[in-house]
């Protein structure tokens, strides 16, 4: 997994089609994804419940490029090693998941897998002022966790922040939440370059008529590369 900072759009399966899940990976990558992104929820740091690593363990065969797991969980330390058997590229906690994170990124990357780190949109980016060398990506969520089709939230000084903190570290930062072609060049344009989208990619579109996919991909990418019209 190489790092660059071109825009990369992360379909999450949290928007697919539960029953199909492995069709549903293999169709949007086919129609363009850079990644994708597997929400996990457990019921107690976010109201909703969705699914473990044995799901990811499922679809892995079914994903040809990047895996990025993210963990709406807590507590998070005891699960990483599944994850990364499960065949997680990149595990994702939240600052706000336990007393340690700078432990869990620790551990996250002895697991082998590249190390992230989430802020709900109340957690500043100083937050993480000190994680940045044990970290792969910031991800910054502009929706509180929990639900997908959430109104997006403008998180724009919090990525500028985050970007100048990071200067040349290899680091991404990731935005989850509310993506769609008028919320990407925003995003964009402020210092990100993985962008998450759940129902703006799967809508409209099935494992049988996937091309609507391919469509809402090139209009998120186009409006976050400045190109969309």
Same mark, same amino acid.
């Given at each position: 997994?190489?790092?660059?900072?071109?825009?990369?759009?992360?379909?999450?399966?949290?928007?697919?089609?539960?029953?199909?899940?492995?069709?549903?990976?293999?169709?949007?990558?086919?129609?363009?994804?850079?990644?994708?992104?597997?929400?996990?929820?457990?019921?107690?740091?976010?109201?909703?419940?969705?699914?473990?690593?044995?799901?990811?363990?499922?679809?892995?065969?079914?994903?040809? #490029?990047?895996?990025?797991?993210?963990?709406?969980?807590?507590?998070?330390?005891?699960?990483?090693?599944?994850?990364?058997?499960?065949?997680?590229?990149?595990?994702?906690?939240?600052?706000?998941?336990?007393?340690?994170?700078?432990?869990?990124?620790?551990?996250?990357?002895?697991?082998?897998?590249?190390?992230?780190?989430?802020?709900?949109?109340?957690?500043?980016?100083?937050?993480?002022?000190?994680?940045?060398?044990?970290?792969?990506?910031?991800?910054?969520?502009?929706?509180?966790?929990?639900?997908?089709?959430?109104?997006?939230?403008?998180?724009?000084?919090?990525?500028?922040?985050?970007?100048?903190?990071? #200067?040349?570290?290899?680091?991404?930062?990731?935005?989850?939440?509310?993506?769609?072609?008028?919320?990407?060049?925003?995003?964009?344009?402020? #210092?990100?370059?993985?962008?998450?989208?759940?129902?703006?990619?799967?809508?409209?579109?099935?494992?049988?008529?996937?091309?609507?996919?391919?469509?809402?991909?090139?209009?998120?990418?186009?409006?976050?590369?400045?190109?969309?019209?």
């Amino acid at each position: 997994m190489s790092f660059d900072r071109t825009i990369k759009i992360a379909p999450s399966i949290l928007a697919a089609d539960f029953a199909n899940f492995g069709a549903e990976c293999a169709a949007v990558e086919a129609q363009g994804a850079d990644w994708i992104h597997v929400d996990v929820m457990d019921g107690h740091f976010v109201p909703n419940i969705t699914f473990g690593p044995a799901t990811c363990a499922a679809i892995r065969p079914h994903i040809k #490029g990047v895996m990025d797991v993210h963990l709406m969980i807590s507590p998070v330390d005891a699960y990483i090693e599944d994850f990364a058997r499960a065949g997680a590229d990149v595990i994702t906690a939240h600052v706000e998941a336990g007393p340690h994170i700078h432990r869990t990124l620790q551990a996250i990357r002895a697991s082998g897998a590249k190390a992230g780190v989430a802020l709900n949109p109340g957690t500043p980016a100083d937050s993480v002022a000190d994680l940045l060398d044990l970290t792969d990506l910031v991800c910054v969520m502009t929706v509180n966790p929990g639900f997908g089709g959430q109104k997006f939230i403008d998180m724009t000084n919090k990525i500028k922040a985050l970007r100048a903190m990071i #200067g040349d570290r290899p680091v991404h930062i990731e935005i989850d939440g509310g993506v769609d072609p008028t919320t990407a060049p925003v995003v964009a344009q402020a #210092g990100a370059d993985v962008l998450v989208a759940g129902s703006a990619v799967f809508r409209g579109g099935s494992v049988d008529d996937p091309a609507p996919y391919g469509e809402n991909i090139r209009a998120i990418r186009a409006a976050a590369e400045g190109t969309y019209v």
